[in-house]
């Protein structure tokens, strides 16, 4: 059954601390995208990766990181540095010129 | 850089009315355009899409959008809205940026249908 996999669905975080989100795909699209979703803001972008190994800041990467080691996996870790981390994470692919795939999204959330 | 607006934040409709939302981009190039929905609880689904051609585009469940390039509008539209329309919609532009598309996204309309 082809398609995207984030987990975990919900998460915590402590303040000062890392975390790491998941998004895995099986369908062999080359791009992939994290955006965050606030209420009253739509979806804003915070990195894209076009093929592996390479990735692009998106308009709101302050704060975050991500890897693209492999086709299949590009994780998104929110660091410390992101001072308004509870959110809406969705991942996306795209094999151009089809239109984007979106996961099922992870709640980030600050205790 | 380019940029979606919808106009329209919150939207609330009987059902049996019509829906119109309004989505205007500023990207004076080739673009592609989408129209997603997210209903209570789901993912992002795509309703519909235009790359070329006939500018009025049919999506799922009864919804078409057309493009007015003159205008940079793609409008969704929906003649008989029913319960199950309730949900969010978002307006996305592919909007080509360094031998890239990347999309932009609106901030989305809620649609409310009371029975």
């Known amino acids: 059954d082809g398609g995207i996999t984030q987990s975990p669905k919900y998460l915590f975080r402590k303040e000062g601390q890392n975390v790491t989100l998941s998004c895995e795909q099986n369908l062999n699209h080359d791009a992939m995208y994290w955006y965050r979703q606030d209420p009253g803001q739509g979806l804003r972008l915070i990195y894209y990766?076009?093929?592996?190994?390479?990735?692009q800041k998106g308009d709101i990467a302050e704060g975050y990181s991500v890897s693209r080691e492999k086709k299949e996996s590009f994780p998104l870790t929110v660091t410390s540095a992101q001072k308004n981390p509870t959110a809406f994470y969705l991942c996306a692919t795209r094999q151009v010129p089809a239109p984007q795939h979106f996961g099922d999204g992870t709640r980030l959330s600050i205790l | 850089a380019q940029s979606v607006s919808q106009h329209n934040h919150h939207v609330i409709l009987s059902e049996a009315a019509s829906l119109e939302l309004g989505c205007n981009y500023s990207y004076g190039g080739t673009v592609n355009l989408f129209w997603y929905v997210q209903y209570p609880g789901q993912h992002l689904q795509l309703l519909l899409k235009y790359f070329s051609g006939d500018p009025l585009v049919k999506g799922i469940k009864g919804f078409e959008a057309e493009f007015i390039k003159s205008k940079f509008s793609f409008n969704l539209r929906k003649p008989s809205v029913q319960w199950s329309d309730t949900a969010e919609y978002f307006c996305?532009?592919?909007?080509?940026?360094?031998?890239?598309?990347?999309?932009?996204f609106g901030r989305g309309t809620s649609l409310i249908v009371h029975p």
């Open positions: 996305a532009v592919n909007a080509r940026s360094g031998g890239s598309y990347i999309p932009t």
């Open positions: 990766s076009q093929i592996v190994n390479d990735f």
